[in-house]
């Protein structure tokens, strides 16, 4: 039942992410514009110092004669004065460019720097413009490339521009506040690869005792997704620096697996601190009913965020996913999953104190991480500068993403100078304590230990003092056998067997009378007698502990 809620969980954590998809803008565009508009929007670009170029082709009827682009950049009195401002016209508008910036380059042929030249098209002349223009500035700039033709009939014609920072591969078709997205995607593809490998490390040693359970299983998860939306963002990115255009799909894929990641942390977090695996073998009904409802929510937060941006965000500002009110939302709900983690770890330590060594670093690095989400967006909604944002929002989440993920693979390692480690429930005895008859609701909690890792010995040594222990499934014949001889199995307030006394009297022949020693004035003196190894036949209660009597 437990996996089955855990896998719907999943599935809903991957349709969220399929629908976060954002959208992309290329640094080299095409396209017709037809519109009874004097003033139109193009594109927009943030170019570097010394290094920024746009290449361009215009071409449309010489009958329409004649058309305007306009640069402007992102100072106060330049693009945020005219920009959606219906109560300025045309000519208010191309007012305030600076003609000593040359930001007017008319496309017409009294114009040299145009490029344009009259081509025949069948009957009809068309204006064939062909030329470039380089940026410098004080500081890294957007710049925003506008059509006009004031007082005409409209604007109709077809463009392409190339638009690009130095010949560097690592710069050459990145606006400047994309510089240095690719290697630092490709830093964290090889740390986070590393981090999943030792996961995989770890996990073989935690099978290899059954303590491989469903929260580690989690972890692995989220961490391969990210290792995988890296690497589809390395490839894109990697594609968009050689020819400008890229293939969107990949980075789509990247966005959805990041997501996806993202999720099932937040979700492991959640069940891990309801002692999940730790200190329950499942959770309530109603807890599986709040985590459901719960997790529907943060999808369709994250639906409509990714639709808001989609419909509603303007190419024409520099916005970022979180500055809108789906963003804020998902905000306020991170910090709804924080209330309800340290209410969920409260809880458990209540029940369950040995277990502080575990919760208590695990609650305050993890109270870090709910935090760090909500404050780097609204760092980067106010505090980091637009023409810098996605270089920086970009490395600090993956930043995040790497505490979480290194901190876990730390308070979980296998050894036994790990002081933190949470299991001490094997795997094989959970379905036991679920199918127990007597179980019920105690089924749901382990039994009262503190860790599973003092049989970690170390890889030097092997751990002898299991070699000859028996395991789970024998405590329930030795249960058995004694309710054949109708006595009453003591267990304390857990419904957990304290204590097994084995009657074997019954089963074995009565041993011989002992033969006294002949007496000798020459006989050895009888040897000092060696102390027994009965703990090499202990039997192993629920909780891994051993409990038994001497036979």
Not at 253 to 281: D, E, H, Q, Y
Not at 326 to 331: E, R
Not at 359 to 369: G, V
Request: with cysteine; hydrophobic share 40%.
């Amino acid at each position: 039942m437990e996996v089955r809620f855990c896998e719907r969980l999943l599935c809903l954590a991957a349709l969220s992410g399929v629908l976060c998809i954002g959208s992309v803008l290329g640094k080299y565009v095409k396209g017709i514009v037809n519109t009874k508009e004097d003033w139109v929007f193009l594109t927009r670009f943030c170019f570097l110092t010394d290094f920024g170029r746009l290449d361009f082709r215009f071409r449309y009827a010489k009958s329409r004669c004649c058309q305007n682009i306009l640069l402007y950049f992102d100072d106060s009195s330049q693009w945020p004065a005219v920009y959606k401002r219906p109560e300025k016209n045309c000519y208010q508008k191309e007012a305030v460019l600076r003609p000593e910036n040359n930001q007017v380059i008319n496309l017409t042929t009294r114009y040299t720097w145009s490029g344009c030249v009259v081509e025949g098209d069948g009957d009809e002349e068309v204006l064939s413009c062909v030329g470039g223009r380089s940026f410098r500035s004080v500081r890294e700039r957007w710049w925003y490339i506008a059509l006009s033709k004031c007082g005409g009939d409209g604007l109709q014609l077809e463009y392409e521009m190339k638009l690009t920072n130095g010949q560097s591969f690592w710069t050459q078709h990145f606006s400047a506040d994309e510089f240095g997205i690719l290697e630092t995607d490709i830093t964290f593809l090889v740390i986070f690869s590393v981090v999943f490998l030792l996961s995989c490390y770890f996990a073989y040693n935690l099978k290899g005792r059954q303590l491989f359970h469903t929260t580690y299983k989690m972890f692995m998860t989220a961490a391969g997704v990210e290792v995988l939306s890296l690497l589809f963002h390395c490839i894109y990115w990697g594609l968009y620096a050689t020819d400008g255009v890229g293939n969107g799909s990949l980075k789509i894929m990247g966005k959805l697996l990041f997501s996806v990641s993202f999720l099932v942390f937040l979700l492991m977090l959640i069940l891990l601190g309801k002692g999940f695996t730790v200190t329950r073998a499942r959770i309530s009904h109603s807890g599986s009913v709040k985590l459901s409802i719960y997790m529907t929510v943060y999808t369709i937060t994250y639906v409509i965020l990714f639709i808001y941006e989609a419909e509603f965000f303007d190419p024409g500002e520099v916005l970022y996913a979180y500055d809108s009110p789906a963003g804020y939302g998902l905000m306020g709900l991170q910090l709804l999953a924080y209330v309800w983690f340290c209410y969920a770890v409260l809880i458990s330590l209540k029940h369950y104190p040995e277990k502080q060594p575990f919760y208590i670093p695990f609650f305050t690095t993890y109270t870090l991480w709910f935090f760090a989400v909500p404050v780097m967006a609204l760092i980067a909604n106010f505090g980091i500068p637009r023409w810098a944002r996605e270089k920086i929002v970009n490395g600090i989440q993956l930043g995040i993403h790497l505490y979480a993920h290194i901190v876990f693979l730390v308070i979980t390692r296998p050894s036994a100078a790990n002081k933190n480690f949470p299991y001490h429930v094997r795997t094989s005895q959970i379905g036991i304590l679920l199918s127990s008859p007597k179980g019920g609701a105690g089924g749901e909690s382990f039994p009262h230990h503190a860790y599973g890792n003092s049989s970690f010995l170390g890889d030097s040594q092997p751990n002898f003092t299991e070699l000859f222990s028996i395991q789970s499934d024998p405590v329930k014949t030795v249960e058995e056998t004694v309710a054949r001889k109708g006595q009453e199995v003591p267990r304390n307030s857990e419904q957990k067997i304290i204590t097994t006394a084995a009657d074997l009297t019954s089963t074995l022949p009565p041993p011989p009378p002992p033969i006294p020693p002949r007496v000798s004035a020459h006989s050895p003196p009888v040897p000092p007698r060696l102390p027994s190894f009965t703990e090499y036949f202990s039997m192993q209660s629920g909780g891994g502990g051993a409990v038994g009597t001497k036979a």
